[in-house]
C-alpha cells in the first residue's frame, strides 16, 4: 500500500476512520507515541480495558501467534478491537540470540520440527491474508528489515507511516550536516510557533547543541521547557541552560526527590531526564516522591498534602492505564509538587 504521512493519518483518527492494518515506522518516537494514543483515543475511555491490547514484542503473551488470536478476539464492548504491538522491531529485524552486538538477523523462514511459536509467523501471515473487519492492528517499530518475508507481507499489505524525524536527508559531509541542522531549527521554530512562543537565536542554538540529530531528545528537551516556563511566551538560552540535559550522568537517586522539596522545578525536571535516560522505573520515582509527601511535605506544608497526595494518585493510575507518556506524566508531577500550578490544556499531557 502506499505510505501515509502523519497528516494524512491525523485524518484517519480525526474521522474515527481507521484502516485494518498500520506500520508506524522510525524514530521520531516521541511522536509515536503521541499518535498511539491518539489511535488508543478513537475507542470509547469505558470501552479501552476491553477493547485495547498493547503488546510488547519478545515479552511474554506478545508472540505471532497471540497477536493474531488478540485481532480475531471479538471486542466485549463496543465494536472495534485495537491491537498494538511495541517494539515490533523485535520481530520486523529482530537480532540472532546472543550476538547482539554482531546486529546479525535472525532468518524468519519455516526451520522445521524445532520452530518455537515465539518465531514461527505463520498466524500473523495468515492473518494479514485475511484480516478482521472489526478490529486495527498497529506495529509500531524504529526499524525493520525489509528482506524479511514476513516483514514484506506487511509493507505490502499495511498503511505505512514513516516518522523519519530531522534526520530524513543524508548525512554525509557538511552538507549533509547542514540540511539535518536545518531541519532541526525549522523544526524548532515550527513547535514555537504552534505553542505561541518565541525563542531567541541564542536560546535555539543552546537547545540545538544539546540534542544533536536526535528528534526524540529535542522533542523532549522542548515540553520541558515549555512545562517550566508557563505561561512566559518568551524563552531565553538561560531558561534552556536550566532544563536541558545533555550527557550528565545521574550522581544521586534522590536528587528528583531533593529539587521537588527544594521547590527546584528546573533541577527537578533535569534529574528526572537524566534518570528516564538510565532506564529507571517510574513507578520507583513515584515512590520515592510518595515517600516525601508523607514524611517531609507533611511536616512542613500539611496544607499542601492533599493537593500533592492528588497529583500523585492521578500520576500512578496514568502510569498504570498507559495513560499518557511515562516520562511526561512524572514532569508534570514534579512541577507540580515543587508547588507550581500546571495547566490541564497542554497538547503533550494527559
Not at 19 to 27: A, N, T
Not at 164 to 180: E, Y
Not at 284 to 301: K, M
Request: charged content about 30%; glycine content about 8%; aromatic content about 4%.
Amino acid at each position: 500500500m502506499p505510505a501515509l504521512d502523519v497528516a494524512a493519518l491525523r485524518r484517519h483518527v480525526q474521522a474515527g476512520t481507521l484502516h485494518r492494518l498500520y506500520l508506524f515506522l522510525g524514530e521520531d518516537v516521541k511522536l509515536i507515541d503521541r499518535m498511539v494514543d491518539s489511535v488508543e483515543a478513537t475507542i470509547d475511555a469505558a470501552d479501552r480495558p476491553f477493547a485495547v491490547d498493547r503488546l510488547y514484542a519478545g515479552e511474554d503473551g506478545a508472540a505471532p501467534v497471540d497477536i493474531a488470536a488478540s485481532c480475531r478476539s471479538l471486542p466485549m464492548l463496543g465494536d472495534r478491537r485495537l491491537v498494538i504491538v511495541m517494539r515490533a522491531e523485535r520481530l520486523l529485524k529482530p537480532k540472532r540470540a546472543g550476538k547482539a552486538a554482531d546486529d546479525e538477523l535472525v532468518d524468519d523462514e519455516p526451520s522445521g520440527d524445532g520452530e518455537s511459536a515465539a518465531t514461527d509467523f505463520t498466524p500473523l501471515e495468515d492473518y494479514l491474508a485475511s484480516p478482521s473487519d472489526f478490529a486495527t492492528l498497529v506495529f509500531v517499530a524504529t526499524e525493520i528489515d525489509r528482506t524479511r518475508r514476513f516483514t514484506k507481507k506487511l509493507v505490502e499489505k499495511a498503511q505505512v507511516v514513516e516518522f523519519s524525524g530531522i534526520r530524513a536527508q543524508p548525512r554525509s559531509g557538511p552538507a549533509g550536516s547542514s540540511a539535518a541542522a536545518g531541519l532541526a531549527r525549522k523544526f524548532v521554530l515550527e513547535e514555537m510557533v504552534r505553542e505561541g512562543r518565541t525563542m531567541d537565536p541564542a536560546a535555539i542554538k543552546v537547545l540545538l547543541d544539546r540534542s544533536g540529530e536526535d528528534i526524540s531528545k529535542l522533542r523532549g528537551d522542548i515540553e520541558r521547557l515549555l512545562l517550566y516556563v508557563g505561561d512566559r511566551k518568551e524563552i531565553s538560552a538561560a531558561d534552556v541552560e536550566e532544563v536541558a540535559v545533555g550527557g550528565a550522568i545521574v550522581q544521586d537517586d534522590w536528587a528528583v526527590t531533593n529539587a521537588v522539596g527544594a521547590g527546584d522545578a528546573a533541577r527537578g525536571l533535569r534529574e528526572l531526564a537524566l534518570r528516564f535516560e538510565r532506564g529507571d522505573s517510574p513507578h520507583a520515582i513515584v515512590g520515592q516522591l510518595r515517600w516525601w509527601v508523607s514524611n517531609r511535605l507533611a511536616e512542613s506544608a500539611p496544607d499542601r498534602v492533599k493537593a500533592a497526595l492528588d497529583a500523585l494518585l492521578r500520576t500512578d493510575l496514568a502510569l498504570k492505564s498507559s495513560g499518557g507518556e511515562d516520562q511526561v506524566l512524572l514532569e508534570r508531577l514534579v512541577v507540580e509538587l515543587t508547588g507550581r500550578p500546571v495547566g490541564r490544556g497542554s497538547r503533550w499531557g494527559t
